[in-house]
Protein backbone atom coordinates (compact mmCIF):
# COMPACT_ATOMS: atom_id res chain seq x y z
CA UNK A 1 0.00 0.00 0.00
CA UNK A 2 2.39 2.25 0.94
CA UNK A 3 4.79 1.48 -2.05
CA UNK A 4 1.59 2.15 -4.53
CA UNK A 5 1.58 6.16 -2.79
CA UNK A 6 5.23 6.50 -3.10
CA UNK A 7 4.42 5.20 -7.03
CA UNK A 8 1.50 8.18 -7.11
CA UNK A 9 4.01 10.49 -5.80
CA UNK A 10 6.92 10.23 -8.14
CA UNK A 11 4.66 10.04 -10.98
CA UNK A 12 2.90 13.52 -10.27
CA UNK A 13 6.16 14.74 -9.15
CA UNK A 14 7.51 14.22 -12.79
CA UNK A 15 4.30 15.37 -14.29
CA UNK A 16 5.35 18.74 -12.25
CA UNK A 17 8.45 19.38 -13.70
CA UNK A 18 8.02 18.33 -17.10
CA UNK A 19 4.87 20.84 -16.77
CA UNK A 20 7.14 23.15 -15.83
CA UNK A 21 9.94 23.01 -18.01
CA UNK A 22 7.58 22.90 -20.86
CA UNK A 23 5.95 26.17 -19.84
CA UNK A 24 8.94 28.33 -19.77
CA UNK A 25 10.10 27.00 -22.82
CA UNK A 26 6.96 28.00 -24.47
CA UNK A 27 6.53 31.44 -23.10
CA UNK A 28 10.57 31.98 -24.26
CA UNK A 29 9.67 31.29 -27.42
CA UNK A 30 6.40 33.62 -27.47
CA UNK A 31 9.08 36.65 -26.05
CA UNK A 32 10.84 36.03 -29.52
CA UNK A 33 10.32 39.10 -31.79
CA UNK A 34 10.02 39.75 -35.94
CA UNK A 35 13.40 41.21 -36.75
CA UNK A 36 13.58 42.89 -40.30
CA UNK A 37 16.09 44.43 -42.15
CA UNK A 38 16.23 48.40 -43.39
CA UNK A 39 15.66 49.02 -47.83
CA UNK A 40 16.05 52.35 -48.65
CA UNK A 41 14.10 53.68 -51.97
CA UNK A 42 17.31 54.68 -54.18
CA UNK A 43 17.03 56.21 -57.56
CA UNK A 44 18.65 53.98 -60.93
CA UNK A 45 17.82 52.62 -64.02
CA UNK A 46 15.81 49.26 -64.93
CA UNK A 47 14.66 47.83 -67.76
CA UNK A 48 12.09 45.05 -68.57
CA UNK A 49 13.75 42.53 -71.11
CA UNK A 50 12.54 39.30 -72.87
CA UNK A 51 15.14 36.41 -72.72
CA UNK A 52 15.58 33.66 -75.58
CA UNK A 53 17.72 31.67 -77.55
CA UNK A 54 18.25 31.71 -80.97
CA UNK A 55 21.04 30.70 -83.16
CA UNK A 56 24.07 32.27 -85.52
CA UNK A 57 22.57 32.74 -89.59
CA UNK A 58 23.31 34.41 -92.45
CA UNK A 59 21.75 37.32 -93.14
CA UNK A 60 21.70 36.33 -97.12
CA UNK A 61 22.99 32.94 -98.05
CA UNK A 62 23.87 32.12 -101.79
CA UNK A 63 24.72 29.46 -102.65
CA UNK A 64 27.07 29.03 -105.90
CA UNK A 65 26.77 26.44 -108.78
CA UNK A 66 28.62 26.19 -111.91
CA UNK A 67 27.01 26.93 -114.86
CA UNK A 68 28.77 23.67 -116.80
CA UNK A 69 29.93 20.97 -115.75
CA UNK A 70 33.29 20.08 -115.70
CA UNK A 71 36.82 19.52 -113.46
CA UNK A 72 37.92 22.51 -111.28
CA UNK A 73 41.68 23.78 -112.30
CA UNK A 74 42.25 26.36 -109.78
CA UNK A 75 40.61 27.89 -105.98
CA UNK A 76 40.83 31.71 -105.95
CA UNK A 77 39.53 32.00 -102.62
CA UNK A 78 39.38 30.58 -98.94
CA UNK A 79 36.83 29.79 -96.69
CA UNK A 80 36.28 33.03 -94.28
CA UNK A 81 37.67 35.36 -96.73
CA UNK A 82 35.36 38.59 -97.66
CA UNK A 83 35.03 39.15 -101.73
CA UNK A 84 33.75 41.82 -103.85
CA UNK A 85 30.62 41.09 -106.22
CA UNK A 86 32.14 40.28 -109.33
CA UNK A 87 35.46 38.66 -107.96
CA UNK A 88 36.84 35.28 -109.55
CA UNK A 89 36.43 32.40 -106.81
CA UNK A 90 37.97 29.24 -109.22
CA UNK A 91 38.40 28.41 -112.62
CA UNK A 92 37.34 25.45 -114.25
CA UNK A 93 37.31 23.49 -117.55
CA UNK A 94 34.44 22.42 -118.80
CA UNK A 95 33.78 18.58 -119.54
CA UNK A 96 34.82 18.97 -123.29
CA UNK A 97 38.03 21.24 -122.71
CA UNK A 98 39.45 18.61 -119.72
CA UNK A 99 38.95 15.53 -122.05
CA UNK A 100 40.67 17.95 -125.35
CA UNK A 101 43.28 19.39 -122.82
CA UNK A 102 43.90 15.23 -121.75
CA UNK A 103 44.13 14.33 -125.21
CA UNK A 104 47.03 17.32 -125.87
CA UNK A 105 48.83 16.92 -123.20
CA UNK A 106 49.63 13.41 -124.68
CA UNK A 107 51.60 14.89 -127.74
CA UNK A 108 53.42 17.21 -125.88
CA UNK A 109 53.58 20.48 -123.96
CA UNK A 110 53.43 22.41 -127.18
CA UNK A 111 50.30 21.26 -127.98
CA UNK A 112 48.73 21.39 -124.57
CA UNK A 113 49.79 24.78 -124.21
CA UNK A 114 48.25 25.77 -127.97
CA UNK A 115 44.91 24.45 -126.83
CA UNK A 116 44.98 26.05 -123.66
CA UNK A 117 45.10 29.51 -125.02
CA UNK A 118 42.91 28.95 -127.55
CA UNK A 119 40.24 27.17 -125.20
CA UNK A 120 39.49 29.45 -122.71
CA UNK A 121 38.84 28.23 -118.93
CA UNK A 122 34.98 29.31 -117.59
CA UNK A 123 34.92 31.58 -114.58
CA UNK A 124 32.95 31.45 -111.23
CA UNK A 125 31.73 34.32 -110.65
CA UNK A 126 30.84 35.65 -107.01
CA UNK A 127 26.86 37.09 -107.80
CA UNK A 128 27.42 39.56 -104.79
CA UNK A 129 29.92 41.28 -101.57
CA UNK A 130 30.13 39.28 -98.58
CA UNK A 131 31.88 36.48 -96.87
CA UNK A 132 32.55 32.82 -98.32
CA UNK A 133 31.36 30.94 -95.22
CA UNK A 134 31.61 27.51 -97.39
CA UNK A 135 34.19 26.32 -100.06
CA UNK A 136 33.36 22.43 -101.06
CA UNK A 137 35.67 21.55 -104.02
CA UNK A 138 39.29 21.36 -104.15
CA UNK A 139 41.52 21.46 -107.72
CA UNK A 140 40.72 18.34 -109.73
CA UNK A 141 37.41 17.98 -108.68
CA UNK A 142 34.58 17.16 -111.75
CA UNK A 143 31.31 18.83 -110.66
CA UNK A 144 28.13 18.95 -112.32
CA UNK A 145 25.47 21.65 -112.65
CA UNK A 146 23.78 20.46 -109.78
CA UNK A 147 26.96 20.77 -107.45
CA UNK A 148 27.53 23.34 -104.80
CA UNK A 149 30.61 24.84 -104.99
CA UNK A 150 30.46 27.66 -102.84
CA UNK A 151 28.16 29.60 -100.20
CA UNK A 152 28.42 33.34 -99.82
CA UNK A 153 27.15 35.60 -96.50
CA UNK A 154 26.68 38.82 -97.08
CA UNK A 155 26.54 39.48 -93.26
CA UNK A 156 25.97 37.17 -90.01
CA UNK A 157 23.09 38.27 -87.39
CA UNK A 158 21.21 36.64 -84.92
CA UNK A 159 17.94 34.49 -85.51
CA UNK A 160 16.05 34.48 -82.26
CA UNK A 161 13.17 32.64 -81.27
CA UNK A 162 10.42 33.95 -79.69
CA UNK A 163 7.21 32.53 -77.61
CA UNK A 164 3.85 33.36 -78.72
CA UNK A 165 3.63 34.73 -75.47
CA UNK A 166 5.88 37.40 -75.75
CA UNK A 167 5.82 38.31 -79.29
CA UNK A 168 3.70 41.25 -78.83
CA UNK A 169 6.13 43.08 -76.53
CA UNK A 170 8.62 42.75 -79.09
CA UNK A 171 8.87 45.83 -81.75
CA UNK A 172 11.38 46.51 -84.33
CA UNK A 173 14.08 49.18 -83.33
CA UNK A 174 14.24 47.77 -79.80
CA UNK A 175 17.90 47.45 -77.86
CA UNK A 176 18.68 44.15 -77.35
CA UNK A 177 22.06 41.98 -75.85
CA UNK A 178 23.88 39.33 -77.94
CA UNK A 179 25.81 36.35 -76.00
CA UNK A 180 27.33 33.49 -77.56
CA UNK A 181 27.22 29.59 -75.63
CA UNK A 182 30.99 29.15 -76.95
CA UNK A 183 31.96 32.47 -75.76
CA UNK A 184 29.79 33.78 -72.60
CA UNK A 185 32.35 36.63 -71.58
CA UNK A 186 32.04 38.53 -75.03
CA UNK A 187 28.50 40.73 -75.16
CA UNK A 188 27.18 42.03 -78.18
CA UNK A 189 24.95 45.25 -78.90
CA UNK A 190 22.08 44.64 -81.17
CA UNK A 191 19.23 45.99 -82.61
CA UNK A 192 15.61 44.18 -83.64
CA UNK A 193 15.72 44.54 -87.78
CA UNK A 194 12.68 42.34 -88.45
CA UNK A 195 9.59 39.55 -86.96
CA UNK A 196 8.50 36.92 -89.14
CA UNK A 197 4.80 36.87 -89.86
CA UNK A 198 4.15 33.37 -90.16
CA UNK A 199 5.50 31.12 -86.73
CA UNK A 200 6.37 27.48 -86.30
CA UNK A 201 5.59 24.74 -83.65
CA UNK A 202 8.69 23.52 -81.59
CA UNK A 203 7.73 21.83 -78.47
CA UNK A 204 4.00 22.29 -78.52
CA UNK A 205 4.84 25.96 -78.49
CA UNK A 206 4.13 28.54 -81.24
CA UNK A 207 7.47 30.26 -81.73
CA UNK A 208 8.51 33.38 -84.16
CA UNK A 209 11.62 34.06 -85.23
CA UNK A 210 13.37 37.32 -84.91
CA UNK A 211 16.62 38.64 -86.45
CA UNK A 212 18.29 40.44 -84.29
CA UNK A 213 21.19 42.07 -86.08
CA UNK A 214 24.68 42.99 -84.25
CA UNK A 215 26.30 46.72 -84.16
CA UNK A 216 29.51 44.71 -84.55
CA UNK A 217 29.98 41.47 -85.70
CA UNK A 218 33.49 39.91 -83.63
CA UNK A 219 35.93 37.57 -85.24
CA UNK A 220 34.68 34.81 -83.01
CA UNK A 221 30.51 34.69 -85.02
CA UNK A 222 30.20 31.75 -86.51
CA UNK A 223 27.56 30.36 -88.80
CA UNK A 224 25.25 28.27 -86.59
CA UNK A 225 26.37 29.08 -82.93
CA UNK A 226 23.97 28.71 -80.13
CA UNK A 227 22.94 32.04 -78.74
CA UNK A 228 21.25 33.73 -76.30
CA UNK A 229 19.29 37.20 -76.71
CA UNK A 230 17.88 39.91 -74.37
CA UNK A 231 15.69 42.35 -76.29
CA UNK A 232 15.03 45.39 -74.02
CA UNK A 233 11.42 45.98 -74.26
CA UNK A 234 11.21 48.88 -72.20
CA UNK A 235 13.73 50.79 -70.26
CA UNK A 236 13.42 53.81 -67.50
CA UNK A 237 16.53 56.01 -65.99
CA UNK A 238 16.07 57.71 -63.02
CA UNK A 239 13.64 55.36 -61.56
CA UNK A 240 12.75 54.91 -57.84
CA UNK A 241 13.57 51.38 -56.80
CA UNK A 242 13.13 49.13 -53.82
CA UNK A 243 15.02 45.59 -53.58
CA UNK A 244 11.89 42.61 -54.65
CA UNK A 245 11.57 41.16 -51.60
CA UNK A 246 10.53 44.44 -49.98
CA UNK A 247 7.10 44.61 -52.09
CA UNK A 248 3.83 42.12 -51.03
CA UNK A 249 0.62 41.22 -51.92
CA UNK A 250 -1.97 41.61 -48.67
CA UNK A 251 -6.10 41.85 -49.56
CA UNK A 252 -5.52 41.92 -53.00
CA UNK A 253 -3.11 44.99 -52.64
CA UNK A 254 0.52 46.12 -53.57
CA UNK A 255 2.09 46.91 -50.19
CA UNK A 256 5.15 47.29 -48.42
CA UNK A 257 6.25 47.44 -44.82
CA UNK A 258 7.06 50.79 -42.74
CA UNK A 259 7.31 51.51 -38.75
CA UNK A 260 4.37 53.11 -37.68
CA UNK A 261 5.04 56.65 -37.04
CA UNK A 262 5.24 57.71 -33.63
CA UNK A 263 4.88 53.94 -32.49
CA UNK A 264 7.31 51.93 -30.69
CA UNK A 265 10.51 50.09 -32.65
CA UNK A 266 8.57 47.04 -33.47
CA UNK A 267 5.45 48.72 -34.13
CA UNK A 268 5.04 48.22 -38.22
CA UNK A 269 2.16 49.37 -40.47
CA UNK A 270 1.57 48.14 -44.49
CA UNK A 271 1.32 51.18 -47.08
CA UNK A 272 -0.42 50.53 -50.28
CA UNK A 273 1.95 51.57 -53.59
CA UNK A 274 1.99 51.12 -57.05
CA UNK A 275 4.49 49.47 -58.73
CA UNK A 276 6.03 49.73 -62.26
CA UNK A 277 9.02 47.97 -63.76
CA UNK A 278 11.17 45.06 -62.39
CA UNK A 279 13.80 42.82 -63.27
CA UNK A 280 15.54 40.72 -61.42
CA UNK A 281 16.72 42.05 -58.52
CA UNK A 282 14.78 45.56 -58.39
CA UNK A 283 10.93 46.75 -59.02
CA UNK A 284 10.15 50.15 -59.83
CA UNK A 285 7.71 51.97 -57.23
CA UNK A 286 5.27 54.78 -59.14
CA UNK A 287 2.96 55.51 -56.43
CA UNK A 288 2.91 56.13 -52.43
CA UNK A 289 7.16 56.44 -51.20
CA UNK A 290 9.46 59.03 -51.60
CA UNK A 291 12.67 59.21 -52.36
CA UNK A 292 13.55 59.42 -48.39
CA UNK A 293 11.51 56.42 -47.83
CA UNK A 294 12.55 53.61 -45.69
CA UNK A 295 10.87 50.20 -45.70
CA UNK A 296 11.42 46.86 -43.79
CA UNK A 297 11.77 43.34 -44.89
CA UNK A 298 12.39 39.99 -43.07
CA UNK A 299 16.16 39.71 -42.23
CA UNK A 300 16.94 36.25 -43.69
CA UNK A 301 19.79 36.02 -41.61
CA UNK A 302 18.40 35.87 -37.98
CA UNK A 303 18.40 32.64 -36.29
CA UNK A 304 16.61 32.26 -32.84
CA UNK A 305 19.25 32.25 -30.22
CA UNK A 306 19.58 29.79 -27.87
CA UNK A 307 17.43 29.94 -24.47
CA UNK A 308 19.05 30.00 -21.54
CA UNK A 309 18.98 27.40 -18.42
CA UNK A 310 19.27 24.19 -20.82
CA UNK A 311 17.64 23.11 -24.27
CA UNK A 312 13.82 21.53 -24.80
CA UNK A 313 13.30 19.15 -21.99
CA UNK A 314 10.97 17.25 -24.74
CA UNK A 315 13.57 16.60 -27.13
CA UNK A 316 16.18 13.20 -26.95
CA UNK A 317 19.54 14.19 -25.69
CA UNK A 318 22.94 13.18 -27.11
CA UNK A 319 25.07 11.02 -24.52
CA UNK A 320 28.35 13.24 -24.15
CA UNK A 321 31.61 11.15 -24.31
CA UNK A 322 34.16 12.26 -21.74
Given amino acids: MVSSKKLV ?13 GFFYFSNNRSVKPHFEEAHASRGSISSSVSTTGAVEPQTRVKIQSSVGGRIEE ?9 KKGEVLAMLSSTERAALLDAAKLQGKSEQSYWQKV ?3 TAVIAPM ?16 TNDSLFVLSDRLLVKAFVDETDIGR ?6 AVISLDAYPEIKVNGVVGHIYYESHLQNNVN ?35 LPLAAVQSRNGKTVVLQR ?3 GKQEETDYKAVRTGLQDERHIEILEGLTDSAVVLLPDSSFVLPRKKGGSNPFMPQRSRTR
Fill in 9 to 21: LSVLVALSVLGAA
Fill in 75 to 83: ILVEEGQLV
Fill in 119 to 121: YKE
Fill in 129 to 144: AGQVIVRSVDPGKTVT
Fill in 170 to 175: VKVGQK
Fill in 207 to 241: IYNVDVIPELIPDVFRSGMSANIEIIVQEKQNALL
Fill in 260 to 262: RRG
